[in-house]
């Protein structure tokens, strides 16, 4: 027995291979967060947000934040300019957000992402925006709401994708969309304050094919897209006036939480194009209206009608907005092309998406009105 026992035991430990491709955190910097901008000759400019861990921590995301910048033809070479500046070496595994410059995005973001998609140890979960100007200039905003700028950045933009402003896209899944025809990516656009120290979301940046063409959606408007594209987060809230009469002014405005929302897409084939209807019905509870009680049904269907027809409006403008920008962010290709394939063969969408008839309409039906009429 003690013969049999022993032979198990070496064949364990033959089989055991230990850690023989562990890396060692005090081996290596690591990256947390990375911005990309263009130097005035067309450079890449990367600047990278490295952890300085804490004296005696033992999780590798604990620490404060040193800045180191590389500029280098593309992003390795940039990186390499980097590393010759670390005492250990450059590590992006556990890269928490990725920030792109306005001008970069402008020209072609996948020239960015290449280097990410490419090599294994990237960190393909990190979180991507858009910076209005430089995104470097992130970097030099100092805030004592996390002990690190780019755990803020991600917490702001976790925050957005919470509250139905932003799709919550990284890095990963947007690469899909980038390739596709038939659909576009938007990513959350984000400005940089310096006068008040802040890091402030705008909206959503609108790309066609790789290009971020200068149109965007502010934060009302991102919400409406997402709900019209049948995404909402944890919440989602409007507020809108619906009275002209009423003081304070505060009184004229209601406020609501979407608990529902049913969206209904239909594209229609006709003489080689098409033409889609956007049906979206949205079950809201009202949270705040101070100006007349809500238990009358009259008032009810009032303030229903008002919505229905303040939404319904500015969905058109999104539309509008998302046609001249060329991008089709709802994925009206991408289900033409599925659906209604002898069609989309006949159709040249790169051109004719701007000029097809797309027709929304929002329906909105208040549940709820809080325990006070």
């Not at 934040?65 to 450059?90: C, M, P, V, W």
């Not at 919550?168 to 940089?192: K, R, T, Y």
């Not at 969206?263 to 098409?274: A, M």
């Amino acid at each position: 027995m003690k013969k049999k026992g022993l032979l198990l035991l070496f064949c364990c430990l033959v089989l055991l291979t230990g850690c023989w491709d562990q890396r060692l955190f005090k081996d290596a910097k690591l990256i947390m967060g990375a911005t990309f901008d263009l130097t005035d000759d067309g450079q890449v400019k990367d600047t990278v947000s490295v952890l300085i861990p804490d004296a005696g921590t033992e999780r590798a995301s604990e620490g404060s934040a040193h800045i180191e910048t590389g500029i280098g033809n593309n992003l390795f070479d940039a990186r390499s300019k980097i590393d010759q500046q670390l005492a250990y070496k450059f590590d992006p595994s556990k890269l928490e957000v990725l920030l792109i410059g306005e001008e970069i995005a402008k020209q072609d973001i996948y020239s960015i992402l290449d280097g990410y998609y490419r090599a294994p140890r990237n960190n393909l979960s990190a979180e991507i925006a858009v910076v209005e100007g430089e995104a470097a200039e992130v970097f030099t905003i100092t805030t004592d709401q996390e002990p690190r700028i780019s755990e803020h950045i991600v917490g702001l933009l976790d925050a957005v994708a919470d509250t139905t402003h932003s799709h919550g896209d990284n890095v990963q899944l947007i690469c899909a969309e980038l390739f596709e025809p038939g659909i576009d990516i938007a990513l959350p656009l984000l400005s940089v304050d310096k006068d008040a120290n802040k890091i402030n979301y705008k909206g959503l940046a609108l790309f066609h094919d790789k290009q971020y063409h200068g149109t965007s959606l502010n934060a009302e408007q991102a919400t409406l897209l997402l709900l019209m594209d049948n995404k909402k987060g944890k919440v989602a809230r409007i507020t809108r006036k619906v009275s002209e009469k009423g003081e304070p002014r505060m009184a004229r405005y209601l406020s609501a939480e979407v608990t529902k929302h049913n969206r209904d897409l239909k594209i229609i084939p006709s003489g080689g194009t098409v033409s889609v209807d956007i049906n979206l019905d949205l079950y809201v509870n009202v949270v705040e209206y101070p100006l007349d009680k809500l238990t009358d049904p009259k008032k009810i269907t009032e303030l229903e009608k008002k919505l229905s027809e303040t939404l319904t409006k500015e969905a058109e403008e999104v539309i509008s907005l998302l046609q001249e920008a060329h991008s089709d962010v709802l994925g009206i290709g991408r289900r033409t092309e599925a659906f209604h394939y002898d069609t989309w063969k006949q159709m040249d969408w790169e051109e004719e998406f701007k000029t097809i008839t797309i027709t929304p309409k929002v329906n909105v039906v208040i549940q709820e009105h809080g325990t006070i009429g």
